[in-house]
C-alpha cells in the first residue's frame, strides 16, 4: 500500500499527475458519451468551473502555471491498451460490450480539445467548448485538478512528521465510519467521490478501506481507473448533464416539457431496457412524477441527489405504488451529501419498503475537517457543467433553489413550464 504522506513530502510531479489517465473519470461520463456521440455528435456546448464555495479563493491558492501545466498534460492523454481492453471486453451491470466498437475506435483516438484560463477576483474562470463529446469529457479530470492543487497548496508547507500526523488521523476518522456502517445489516454503498476528492492516491485508500472494512455490501466505485486496477464494479448510469443539454436545445415551450423523457426513451432504446434508473430532479422530482408516462414507472429505480432524500424517496414510493409497481421490486439510490448517519437514518427508514443504495461522495474521499489549522482542507463545493448548448444556456433547477443554475430570465421560464412550486431552500455543504 502507498505511504501517502510519504509521497505528499517526496512530491515531484512528473512522478506525480493528477490525472493519469482518461478513464479516470466516473463511469457515467463514459456511458453518456456513448449516447452523445450517437445522437448529438455536433452539438457545440460550453462547459464552466463554477465554484459555489466562493470563501475558497482558488485563484489565491493554486499557482496559475502549476494548474495549466496540470490540464496540458491531460490533453496528451490517450487509452492505454489496457484500459482499452478493459472497456472492451469487460462485462458492466451482466452486459459484455456495453461499448460499441465504433465508439470504442473513437475513443482510442481521443485527445481532449483546448481549454480557456482566466483568473478573476480570486477565482479561476476554466470553460471547454467545441463538440459535446469530446468537451464533456473534461468535467471530471477538471474538478480533480483543482481540488488536489488546491490541497497541495495546503499541504506545502507540512513537515514530514506533520503529514504523517495528518493522514493517520485521516485514516483514523475513515476507519470509525467505516466501523459504523458495517452495523448496517442488508446496506449496499458505492464510492461516487472522484469529482471533489483529496487526491487520487487518497480516493484509491479510501476504496480499499471500504472494500475490505464492508465486505460484499461495498458494491463497488464510479471511478473506472480504480474500477479497473482492483478488480471492481464500475458504477453509474447518467447525470443532470443529458436532459440539460437537450432542453436548452427546445425550439418552444412544449418540446422543452418533453425533453426530459425523451431523454429517457432514448437512453431506454440505446441500452435495451439495461442501465434504467431515473434522475428525476433536473426540473424537480414532483413534477417530473406527475407528468411521467407510464412507461417510466416499470424501470429499476430512481437516484434522489437533491432536496429533502426522506420526503423525495416518500414520493417515489407513491407513485410507484399508484402505477401498480411494487416499491419493494424497486431500489433509490440516495447520493447527495451524505455521511454515516444520514446513511443509517435513510437505510432503517426506508427496510423493508423499498431496497436502498448509496453512493457516498465527497464526505468519504475528502473529509479532512477539523484536521487542519482554521480547517484549512475541508471541502467545498465545486462543479463544472454544461452552461450553453448551440449558443443557448442550459438550466438545472433541482430540488434544492441553491442548486439551481441559469439566467434569471430562463429559471423562471422553466419552473413555470415544468410547474415547479416553493421549494425548501437547504444550505449546500458539498
Known amino acids: 500500500m502507498v505511504d501517502i504522506a510519504t509521497r505528499v513530502y517526496n512530491h515531484r510531479w512528473k512522478m506525480d499527475p493528477i490525472v493519469r489517465s482518461l478513464i479516470d473519470t466516473d463511469f457515467y461520463k463514459l456511458l453518456m458519451c456513448q449516447s452523445v456521440r450517437r445522437n448529438s455528435p455536433e452539438t457545440e456546448v460550453t462547459f464552466s468551473l463554477i465554484n459555489r464555495t466562493t470563501s475558497v479563493r482558488l485563484a489565491d491558492l493554486v499557482d496559475e502555471g502549476e494548474l495549466r501545466e496540470q490540464l496540458d498534460h491531460i490533453r496528451t492523454l490517450s487509452l492505454s491498451r489496457g484500459e482499452s481492453t478493459w472497456m472492451r471486453g469487460n462485462t458492466f451491470y451482466g452486459k459484455r460490450q456495453m461499448f460499441t466498437p465504433s465508439f470504442m475506435d473513437w475513443f482510442e483516438g481521443l485527445r481532449l480539445p483546448p481549454y480557456h484560463l482566466e483568473r478573476r477576483d480570486g477565482q479561476y474562470e476554466l470553460t471547454f467548448e467545441g463538440k459535446w463529446p469530446e468537451v464533456m469529457l473534461w468535467e471530471i479530470p477538471a474538478l480533480a485538478v483543482l481540488m488536489e492543487l488546491r490541497a497541495r497548496a495546503v499541504l506545502g508547507d ?21 466501523k459504523g456502517l458495517r452495523l448496517l445489516e442488508g446496506l449496499r454503498i458505492a464510492d461516487f467521490g472522484t469529482r471533489r476528492r483529496h487526491s487520487f492516491l487518497w480516493q484509491d485508500w479510501c476504496v480499499q478501506a471500504m472494500r475490505e472494512g464492508l ?12 474500477a479497473k486496477n482492483r478488480d471492481l464494479e464500475a458504477i453509474g448510469t447518467n447525470a443532470h448533464e443529458l436532459p440539460m443539454v437537450h432542453a ?19 437512453w431506454h432504446e440505446e441500452h435495451d431496457g439495461n442501465l434504467r434508473i431515473i434522475l428525476p430532479d433536473t426540473f424537480g422530482t414532483e413534477g417530473f412524477l406527475r407528468r411521467a408516462p407510464d412507461w417510466l414507472a416499470g424501470w429499476t429505480g430512481i437516484r434522489i441527489d437533491s ?31 451524505l455521511d454515516v448517519a444520514r446513511i443509517a437514518e435513510l437505510h432503517q427508514r426506508f427496510a423493508g419498503r423499498v431496497r436502498t443504495s448509496f453512493g457516498w461522495g465527497t464526505l468519504l474521499t475528502n473529509d479532512f475537517r477539523g484536521l487542519t489549522p482554521d480547517d484549512a482542507l475541508a471541502p467545498f463545493s465545486l462543479v463544472c457543467k454544461a452552461v450553453s448548448a448551440e449558443g443557448r444556456p442550459t438550466v438545472k433547477l433541482s430540488d434544492n433553489p441553491r ?19 416553493e421549494q425548501a431552500a437547504i444550505d449546500v455543504v458539498v
Not at 248 to 266: F, G, I, M, T
Open 158 to 178: 507540512m513537515k514530514k512528521f506533520e503529514l504523517q500526523v495528518l493522514y493517520a488521523r485521516a485514516m483514523t476518522k475513515l476507519w470509525e465510519k467505516v
Open 215 to 226: 465486505g460484499d455490501r461495498f458494491i463497488g466505485t464510479s471511478n473506472c481507473l480504480i
Open 248 to 266: 436548452a436545445l427546445a425550439q418552444n415551450d412544449e418540446e422543452l416539457a418533453r425533453a426530459p423523457y425523451k431523454v429517457l426513451a432514448d
Open 307 to 337: 432536496g429533502r432524500p426522506e420526503e423525495i424517496a416518500e414520493m417515489a414510493i407513491r407513485w410507484w405504488q399508484a402505477h401498480g409497481e411494487d416499491p419493494r421490486d424497486k431500489i433509490l439510490i440516495f447520493s447527495d451529501g
Open 403 to 421: 442548486k439551481a443554475m441559469g439566467p434569471e430570465d430562463e429559471i423562471a421560464r422553466y419552473r413555470r413550464v415544468f410547474e415547479v412550486g
